[in-house]
């Protein structure tokens, strides 16, 4: 029987000092193989054996070369993270300095873009290479709670021993993923650290919750965008005939006309004038608009064919599985549902196609579930409406199919 894994809440209960030797004792005995005085955290656990699967040195500390000013800066300018800015200084800034904490903002490769706090703070944080261009992803300095959330796409708090790496166990953090609702991209981190003196078990709550006021401050911004782009494309659209739908410039319908609204478009970033497929609609023209693109559905044309026509599964991304079509009218990536994801996995296999009750038994073990498979077969088909062959379920022909397998170890079986 494992020992029941120990909760932040107990460990803010006890004192520091205590609270650090059980935590090492834990960490000592589960690295070593040995039966520990209390189980680690479920994701810290996980995190952990990631780490020994690239054979790191719990007790070497590595770090990434800095980043220069210029690029710094340059990624300052373009990451939506500074959007929100004014958004997470607001919610976290004056609780991070009182507890002699600091606010650190990292973009979705883990380099640390802004930080804020106190200077005696800030200085406990130049010593831990927490500075400005570092990288703080996992595999480079392990358990940490920038890194780690970056790649499980889930908040988490890491206290003392629970980090990977022995260098970090007087630092205690918690850090939220920021998604942008524009394109579902996890685009950075916020996270609050500080020395273990500060831990207090309500502090994930409140990091995670002022990410998710960022992103709604996104979502705020993306919908004043789509009312401005719906008010230049509305008379437009009232002059034509036929189906035609005003998108911004990440494929959200701001008007349509002649069918019902559609979903996001997988749109190519900077679409060319003139032909385009679109795997939702067909083939289309695509012009532009001020702040988007006026998209005309053409009718004709059955989306791509033959050996130009590639599709790529990637699935090494935990949490963050997508599908790239390219044909000669461009390239489009969507992001998949894990359902969605364990679906084209399974057709790769099965080339020549599987019927809805062999695709219950291999997602569920159970045959009969073939209504569930069906509703989730009409949602990819949506998306993927050319690429995607029916009666038996497959790759249509002339497809080209790629699968970026999976590199990471979570939870088995959450993938074929």
Request: glycine share 10%; aromatic share 4%.
């Amino acid at each position: 029987m494992q020992p029941r894994p120990i909760d932040l809440a107990t460990l803010a209960a006890m004192d520091t000092a205590e609270a650090t030797r059980l935590l090492r004792g834990v960490r000592e005995a589960t690295l070593s193989g040995r039966r520990p005085p209390a189980g680690p955290r479920t994701e810290i656990e996980e995190s952990w054996r990631r780490m020994l699967g690239r054979g790191a040195d719990p007790d070497r500390e590595r770090r990434a070369g800095l980043l220069p000013l210029e690029e710094i800066e340059r990624r300052r300018n373009d990451s939506a993270l500074r959007e929100v800015l004014p958004v997470l200084r607001e919610g976290l800034v004056s609780i991070a300095e009182a507890a002699r904490h600091t606010m650190i903002v990292a973009d979705s490769e883990g380099r640390l873009l802004w930080r804020e706090g106190k200077a005696s703070v800030l200085r406990k944080a130049d010593a831990y290479g927490f500075v400005p261009g570092a990288d703080l992803k996992e595999e480079f300095i392990g358990t940490n709670a920038v890194g780690t959330p970056l790649l499980t796409g889930r908040p988490l708090q890491v206290h003392a021993a629970e980090h990977f790496v022995s260098a970090y166990h007087s630092w205690t953090c918690a850090g939220a993923p920021i998604t942008d609702p524009r394109d579902g991209r996890l685009i950075g981190v916020v996270n609050v650290s500080g020395p273990l003196s500060g831990i207090h078990p309500a502090t994930l709550a409140l990091v995670t919750s002022v990410a998710r006021l960022a992103e709604a401050e996104l979502r705020q911004r993306h919908y004043r965008t789509l009312e401005r782009l719906r008010s230049v494309a509305s008379p437009l659209l009232g002059r034509m005939s036929g189906r035609a739908v005003a998108v911004d410039a990440d494929g959200w319908p701001a008007a349509v006309i002649g069918m019902p609204p559609p979903d996001r478009l997988p749109l190519p970033r900077s679409p060319a004038d003139g032909p385009l497929w679109v795997p939702s609609l067909g083939m289309c023209t695509v012009e532009p608009l001020p702040g988007g693109w006026l998209v005309r559905v053409d009718g004709g044309g059955t989306g791509p064919a033959g050996p130009a026509a590639r599709l790529v599964l990637d699935l090494s991304r935990p949490h963050h599985s997508s599908v790239t079509v390219s044909s000669g009218a461009g390239s489009w990536t969507q992001e998949l549902s894990p359902r969605h994801a364990e679906l084209l996995h399974t057709l790769a296999r099965h080339r020549e196609g599987r019927s809805a009750a062999e695709l219950a038994g291999d997602l569920f073990g159970d045959r009969t579930r073939t209504v569930t498979v069906r509703a989730e077969m009409s949602r990819l088909r949506r998306h993927l409406a050319q690429v995607l062959a029916s009666r038996p379920y497959r790759f249509a022909d002339g497809v080209e199919v790629e699968v970026v397998p999976r590199l990471w170890h979570e939870r088995p079986g959450v993938l074929p």
